[in-house]
């Protein structure tokens, strides 16, 4: 999935694929930390092809969701 969006940055802005690639690594970084631990945790399987093959993506999915919850007050 990286490769897929440095590819088309690359594409659609002229950038070189270097340069591309810095643009990805730096917003992927920022949202990582701004995000709740599951979906950095989401995020980084995703990017990484893991979440594709693992075969439970829903209770990824799940596991996320279950996140929210602490975002809006709620209490586990």
């Not at 990286?2 to 690359?10: F, I």
């Not at 591309?20 to 970084?29: A, G, K, P, T, Y």
């Not at 993506?57 to 809006?72: N, T």
Request: aromatic share 2%; net charge negative.
């Amino acid at each position: 999935m990286m490769e897929q969006l440095v590819q088309e940055l690359s594409q659609k802005t002229g950038l070189s694929p270097e340069k591309s690639q810095e643009v990805v690594n730096v917003v992927v970084s920022h949202l990582k930390e701004r995000l709740p631990e599951p979906f950095a945790n989401a995020l980084d399987s995703l990017l990484n092809g893991s979440a594709a093959g693992s075969g439970n993506l829903m209770d990824e999915a799940k596991a996320m969701a279950s996140g929210l919850g602490g975002l809006f007050g709620k209490k586990a």
